[in-house]
């Protein structure tokens, strides 16, 4: 089979199009040997890491409750929704596993909010990984671990190229993109909490607030800076093929039918097949024999888990 390492970016439930994806790969007959997620694209990557066939993954997904996904617990930090269902699920679909244990290598990235440095998580167990690394903030509860206040790597790093080079620096990286160009932003659709997964009653109070309002507003601008980023940072990090998913009519928090999302990512990594054999082809597998590459972060040490601050 032919090699190949992935980097899977961040952009809410629009991150069920990764496993289309990486039921494509299979298909063609290529392994993945490392996983660089963020946000979203942490959730899909560990699973898949830890064993779980796309199937697996999307019969989770599909049979999982996405308006309990998002409720909140007692001890959970201040934010506007909570992760506890979503913790549910992971715990009871990956239990304890360290990165250890996974059957390929694995890594995803979260921000530090005392230093605002980015973070590299592939210590401990994988779940309270998975936790920091989608904490988008002010949406969702930071994640503690170690004593650091984590959030979402996207904040920094939406698609991870430069840490799934450092997991395998000698494999091609194929980096899926769940935002479009920038020429698509215009026809992006707006945040809307009303097709948030969530209760009617709450969507409905939160929505009528003016703080709400406002904080719909900074999101907004918080999109913008997420997707210039990323532009910038696949410029910068240059994967060997770039997949995007055509999502751009989903907005991060919308309830949608996964086949939908699933089926479009299977379309764009169908297209970009042509290109990923030629960049596992001998004539660019070569320099890459010889390529080093340094850790995109901070490693972060995670031998003594520390339990969350009382808020």
């Known amino acids: 089979m032919t090699e190949i390492s992935l980097a899977l970016g961040g952009g809410g439930i629009k991150g069920i199009a990764h496993i289309g994806v990486l039921r494509v790969l299979e298909k ?8 660089a997620g963020t946000s979203a694209g942490g959730i899909v990557g560990a699973t898949y890491a830890a064993g779980l066939t796309p199937d697996k993954i999307d019969q989770i997904i599909t049979q999982a409750n996405q308006k309990k996904l998002f409720a909140r617990a007692k001890q959970e930090g201040p934010a506007l929704m909570g992760l506890s269902g979503l ?19 694995f890594a995803c990235t979260s ?44 904040i920094i790093d939406p698609v991870p190229v430069a840490l799934a080079r450092w997991l395998a620096p000698n494999l091609p990286v194929v980096a899926v993109c769940l935002s479009p160009e920038q020429k698509e932003w215009a026809y992006l659709p707006p945040i809307d909490f009303t097709s948030a997964p969530l209760p009617r009653p709450i969507v409905e109070q939160i929505s ?13 601008a918080m999109e913008i800076t ?66 080093r590459a340094n850790v995109p972060g901070k490693i972060l040490p995670v031998n003594e888990d520390e339990d969350e601050p009382t808020q």
Do not use: C
Request: hydrophobic share 45%; net charge negative.
């Open 226 to 291: 997420s997707r210039s980023v990323a532009e910038l940072r696949l410029q910068i990090d240059t994967p060997e093929v770039l997949i995007r998913p055509d999502v751009i009519r989903f907005g991060i928090l919308d309830e949608v039918a996964p086949e939908k999302l699933m089926a479009l990512g299977e379309q764009a990594a169908e297209e970009a097949i042509p290109e990923i054999r030629k960049a596992t082809a001998w004539p660019r597998k070569l320099p890459r024999l010889f390529r």
């Open 28 to 35: 063609h007959g290529f392994e993945v040997k490392a996983i």
């Open 111 to 154: 921000v530090d909010l005392e230093t605002g440095q980015e973070m590299i998580l592939n210590q401990g167990r994988v779940v309270d990984a998975i936790m920091a690394t989608i904490a988008v903030p002010g949406i969702f509860p930071a994640k503690w671990i170690n004593g650091f206040q984590l959030v979402d790597g996207g």
């Open 87 to 105: 913790y549910e699920l992971l715990t009871t679909a990956l239990g304890d596993i360290t990165f250890n244990e996974l059957k390929i290598s």
């Open 208 to 220: 009528k607030l003016r703080i709400s309002q406002a904080f719909r507003i900074y999101l907004e």
